[in-house]
Protein backbone atom coordinates (compact mmCIF):
# COMPACT_ATOMS: atom_id res chain seq x y z
CA UNK A 1 0.00 0.00 0.00
CA UNK A 2 2.74 2.45 0.56
CA UNK A 3 4.50 1.72 -2.67
CA UNK A 4 1.38 2.57 -4.17
CA UNK A 5 0.65 6.06 -2.77
CA UNK A 6 4.62 6.83 -2.72
CA UNK A 7 4.19 6.01 -7.12
CA UNK A 8 1.41 8.18 -7.19
CA UNK A 9 2.76 11.04 -5.07
CA UNK A 10 5.66 10.83 -8.07
CA UNK A 11 3.65 10.76 -10.88
CA UNK A 12 1.54 13.58 -9.83
CA UNK A 13 5.39 15.56 -9.44
CA UNK A 14 6.18 14.78 -12.64
CA UNK A 15 2.83 15.78 -14.54
CA UNK A 16 3.29 18.98 -12.44
CA UNK A 17 6.70 19.83 -13.35
CA UNK A 18 5.71 18.74 -17.06
CA UNK A 19 2.69 21.20 -17.07
CA UNK A 20 4.97 23.82 -15.78
CA UNK A 21 7.45 23.44 -18.17
CA UNK A 22 4.96 23.52 -21.03
CA UNK A 23 3.08 26.41 -19.88
CA UNK A 24 4.64 29.08 -21.93
CA UNK A 25 6.33 32.22 -19.73
CA UNK A 26 4.90 35.38 -20.62
CA UNK A 27 7.47 37.57 -22.34
CA UNK A 28 8.59 40.92 -20.60
CA UNK A 29 6.49 43.69 -21.90
CA UNK A 30 7.72 46.49 -23.74
CA UNK A 31 8.19 49.67 -22.35
CA UNK A 32 5.33 51.71 -23.66
CA UNK A 33 7.37 54.88 -25.01
CA UNK A 34 8.63 52.18 -27.35
CA UNK A 35 5.33 52.05 -29.40
CA UNK A 36 5.05 54.29 -32.45
CA UNK A 37 1.49 53.59 -33.95
CA UNK A 38 -1.80 53.74 -31.75
CA UNK A 39 -2.32 50.26 -32.77
CA UNK A 40 1.23 48.56 -31.63
CA UNK A 41 0.73 51.01 -28.56
CA UNK A 42 -3.12 49.69 -27.24
CA UNK A 43 -1.76 46.37 -27.76
CA UNK A 44 -0.78 46.62 -24.15
CA UNK A 45 -3.62 47.37 -22.18
CA UNK A 46 -0.89 49.22 -19.48
CA UNK A 47 -0.15 52.37 -22.36
CA UNK A 48 -2.18 55.01 -23.28
CA UNK A 49 -1.84 56.95 -26.60
CA UNK A 50 -2.10 60.45 -26.92
CA UNK A 51 -3.45 61.93 -30.16
CA UNK A 52 -1.94 65.41 -29.77
CA UNK A 53 1.83 64.67 -29.44
CA UNK A 54 1.28 61.31 -30.92
CA UNK A 55 2.88 59.29 -27.92
CA UNK A 56 2.02 56.40 -25.72
CA UNK A 57 2.68 56.38 -22.03
CA UNK A 58 2.23 54.21 -19.04
CA UNK A 59 -1.49 54.93 -18.22
CA UNK A 60 -1.37 56.34 -14.89
CA UNK A 61 -3.04 53.50 -13.06
CA UNK A 62 -2.86 55.49 -9.46
CA UNK A 63 -5.64 58.04 -10.62
CA UNK A 64 -8.97 56.24 -12.42
CA UNK A 65 -8.94 59.12 -15.35
CA UNK A 66 -5.55 60.26 -16.84
CA UNK A 67 -5.33 63.66 -15.52
CA UNK A 68 -4.62 66.60 -18.63
CA UNK A 69 -0.92 67.16 -18.07
CA UNK A 70 -0.40 63.67 -19.22
CA UNK A 71 -2.76 64.17 -21.89
CA UNK A 72 -6.29 65.65 -22.90
CA UNK A 73 -9.20 62.94 -22.45
CA UNK A 74 -10.39 64.38 -25.95
CA UNK A 75 -7.16 63.24 -27.34
CA UNK A 76 -6.57 60.21 -25.28
CA UNK A 77 -7.12 57.12 -26.78
CA UNK A 78 -7.40 53.73 -24.06
CA UNK A 79 -8.40 50.15 -25.51
CA UNK A 80 -8.88 51.04 -29.26
CA UNK A 81 -7.72 53.57 -31.99
CA UNK A 82 -10.89 54.78 -33.03
CA UNK A 83 -12.82 55.86 -30.04
CA UNK A 84 -11.43 59.13 -27.36
CA UNK A 85 -11.32 58.17 -23.96
CA UNK A 86 -14.45 61.41 -22.91
CA UNK A 87 -16.36 58.82 -25.52
CA UNK A 88 -15.65 55.79 -23.93
CA UNK A 89 -16.81 57.31 -20.39
CA UNK A 90 -19.55 58.59 -21.43
CA UNK A 91 -20.51 56.02 -23.50
CA UNK A 92 -20.03 53.50 -20.71
CA UNK A 93 -21.80 55.90 -18.34
CA UNK A 94 -24.88 55.00 -20.47
CA UNK A 95 -24.37 51.50 -20.73
CA UNK A 96 -24.13 51.54 -16.71
CA UNK A 97 -27.10 53.62 -16.35
CA UNK A 98 -29.25 51.84 -18.90
CA UNK A 99 -28.46 48.66 -17.21
CA UNK A 100 -29.08 50.04 -13.62
CA UNK A 101 -32.63 51.28 -14.82
CA UNK A 102 -33.24 47.99 -16.34
CA UNK A 103 -32.70 45.98 -13.42
CA UNK A 104 -34.50 49.29 -11.11
CA UNK A 105 -37.75 48.60 -13.35
CA UNK A 106 -37.44 44.14 -12.94
CA UNK A 107 -37.30 44.82 -9.58
CA UNK A 108 -39.96 46.99 -9.24
CA UNK A 109 -42.25 45.00 -11.93
CA UNK A 110 -41.41 42.01 -9.84
CA UNK A 111 -42.40 43.54 -6.52
CA UNK A 112 -45.95 45.01 -8.47
CA UNK A 113 -46.53 41.61 -9.69
CA UNK A 114 -46.17 39.63 -6.17
CA UNK A 115 -48.45 42.44 -4.57
CA UNK A 116 -50.81 41.86 -7.59
CA UNK A 117 -50.85 38.21 -6.87
CA UNK A 118 -51.46 38.41 -3.97
CA UNK A 119 -54.19 40.76 -4.07
CA UNK A 120 -56.36 38.33 -5.75
CA UNK A 121 -56.66 35.70 -3.52
CA UNK A 122 -58.35 38.21 -0.72
CA UNK A 123 -60.24 39.68 -2.98
CA UNK A 124 -61.78 36.14 -3.72
CA UNK A 125 -62.04 35.31 -0.22
CA UNK A 126 -63.79 38.75 0.60
CA UNK A 127 -66.17 37.65 -2.68
CA UNK A 128 -66.94 34.12 -0.99
CA UNK A 129 -67.23 35.60 1.96
CA UNK A 130 -70.29 38.22 0.42
CA UNK A 131 -71.35 35.76 -1.49
CA UNK A 132 -72.11 33.32 1.30
CA UNK A 133 -73.73 36.24 3.33
CA UNK A 134 -76.32 37.15 0.63
CA UNK A 135 -76.88 32.71 0.59
CA UNK A 136 -77.24 32.81 4.60
CA UNK A 137 -79.84 35.72 4.31
CA UNK A 138 -81.67 34.16 1.30
CA UNK A 139 -81.91 30.78 2.95
CA UNK A 140 -83.44 32.64 6.34
CA UNK A 141 -86.07 34.96 4.05
CA UNK A 142 -86.80 31.35 2.52
CA UNK A 143 -87.09 29.95 6.19
CA UNK A 144 -89.94 32.90 7.17
CA UNK A 145 -91.57 32.58 4.36
CA UNK A 146 -92.00 28.65 4.55
CA UNK A 147 -93.16 29.33 7.89
CA UNK A 148 -95.54 31.83 6.81
CA UNK A 149 -97.17 29.87 4.39
CA UNK A 150 -97.61 26.53 6.30
CA UNK A 151 -99.79 28.84 8.82
CA UNK A 152 -101.76 30.08 6.53
CA UNK A 153 -102.51 26.26 4.56
CA UNK A 154 -102.98 25.34 8.18
CA UNK A 155 -105.75 28.07 9.06
CA UNK A 156 -107.84 26.92 6.42
CA UNK A 157 -106.84 23.47 6.85
CA UNK A 158 -105.18 23.05 3.47
CA UNK A 159 -102.62 20.73 5.62
CA UNK A 160 -102.79 17.70 6.79
CA UNK A 161 -102.20 17.69 9.53
CA UNK A 162 -102.93 15.29 13.07
CA UNK A 163 -103.72 17.79 15.77
CA UNK A 164 -105.91 19.92 12.95
CA UNK A 165 -109.75 19.80 14.49
CA UNK A 166 -111.45 18.94 11.51
CA UNK A 167 -108.41 16.31 10.15
CA UNK A 168 -110.36 13.24 11.59
CA UNK A 169 -113.35 14.27 9.40
CA UNK A 170 -112.10 14.47 6.45
CA UNK A 171 -110.14 10.58 6.82
CA UNK A 172 -113.86 9.09 7.77
Same mark, same amino acid.
Request: hydrophobic residues 35%.
Given at each position: ?12 ? /??? &? ?30 ? !??? &? ?24 ? !? ?8 ? /? ?10 ? /? ?32 ? =? ?16 ? =? ?20
Amino acid at each position: MLKRSSGCAVVVA /LLV &TAAAALSPTPAPKAPCKTFTTCDSCLSNVSCL !WCQ &TNLSCTEYPVAHLLPPASICPLSEAR !WGVCWVNFEA /LIIAMAVVGGVL /LLGITVCCCCCCCRCRRSSRPDRDEEEYARRREE =IKQRSDDRKAERRARHDE =IRKKYGLIADSDHPYSRFENE
